[in-house]
């Protein structure tokens, strides 16, 4: 899919080319249907350099990663759609819509050689309409641009098929894009953690895949939740809070009073004669209203120490 996003951009500005920089050389329509069959294979070959170099730099990524985990049949790493459903294999598990899928890979190579190869039946029929015999060359008279319209001598097949294959081409892409995000979301939460959902995006909007595989092939697979919940701890006890535990909440919780206002004689509940301190909630508390030390048997995070990463 790479390949045709590559070769998509040149192709954007072929009219312009031949109206600004190689018009005085047009002569006819022989003429204009040279210059745009040149811009098609100067494109081709241009977006096919730059799909290989990416090709070579995500195999080699993905073949790190394998390797790492032990994995077998790396060869699939360097050959398209094999390289979709390989990286489906690294990720693991995923999530689609709160449904388990193990095969997500598979999915979104199969629809990825879907789209390629219906892409490349409408790029082939595009060039069969710029052959010279089926164009007139037309000049706008206010403006002076040139443009091959189609002919009668053009086959009637062609116009219909290259627009209906045009919209199924985007509702293939449409799903692939989906899939594609899936799995590499699982894919980036796996092997970088810190910002899976941006690699993701270059990965599946933009064609930067080889460069952000190949970017992580150093990384150790990690479990995403668990890395989480030990930034969340970090950032919380670097802050000077007690995750909140306990049926009524830690002493700084929405149950807890704080234990400065006690201190001020705040204690809205001292007409009740119970004990003072705001540490309802804590069992265990003292009823002088002196709080356990948080590093105590009762904090349930002691055993993971104090990490400040």
Same mark, same amino acid.
């Given at each position: 899919m790479e390949f045709f996003e590559? +070769? %998509?951009v040149p192709l954007m500005f072929m009219q312009g080319i031949i109206n600004f920089?190689?018009?005085?050389?047009?002569?006819?329509?022989?003429?204009?249907?040279?210059?745009?069959?040149?811009?098609?294979? +100067? %494109?081709a070959l241009g977006a096919l350099a730059i799909y290989l170099?990416?090709?070579v730099f995500g195999g080699i990524g993905l073949n790190k990663l394998a390797k790492k985990q032990g994995l077998k049949q790396r060869w699939m790493a360097f050959l398209p759609f094999f390289n979709t459903y390989y990286s489906g294999k690294l990720?693991?598990?995923?999530?689609?819509?709160g449904q388990k899928m193990k095969r997500v890979g598979l999915y979104a190579a199969i629809l990825e050689f879907l789209y390629v190869a219906l892409e490349i039946f409408l790029y082939i029929i595009s060039i069969v309409a710029c052959f010279p015999q089926y164009l007139t060359l037309e000049i706008d008279e206010k403006t002076g641009a040139l443009s091959g319209v189609p002919n009668d001598s053009l086959p009637a097949w062609i116009t219909p098929t290259n627009n209906y294959g045009n919209l199924v081409a985007y509702l293939i892409w449409f799903f692939a894009i989906v899939f594609l995000c899936v799995l590499y979301v699982a894919f980036f939460r796996k092997y970088y953690a810190r910002g899976p959902i941006l690699l993701a995006f270059l990965s599946t909007i933009f064609p930067f895949r080889g460069i952000t595989i190949f970017a992580v092939r150093n990384n150790a697979p990690v479990d995403y939740n668990d890395y989480i919940r030990r930034r969340t701890q970090a950032y919380m006890r670097s802050n000077g809070y007690q995750p909140p535990y306990g049926p009524?909440?830690?002493?700084?919780?929405?149950?807890?009073?704080?234990?400065n206002d006690t201190q001020n004689g705040l204690d809205p509940f001292e007409g009740f004669g119970g004990p003072s301190g705001g540490n309802y909630g804590n069992p265990g508390d003292s009823s002088s209203g002196t709080s356990s030390d948080p590093s105590s048997d009762d904090d349930p995070f002691s055993e993971f120490g104090d990490d400040k990463k």
């Open positions: 590559f +070769f %998509s920089i190689v018009k005085p050389e047009i002569n006819d329509v022989y003429d204009y249907s040279n210059v745009v069959l040149s811009c098609y294979l +100067f %494109s170099i990416l090709l990720a693991g598990e995923t999530q689609f819509f009524y909440g830690s002493q700084n919780g929405p149950y807890g009073q704080n234990r």
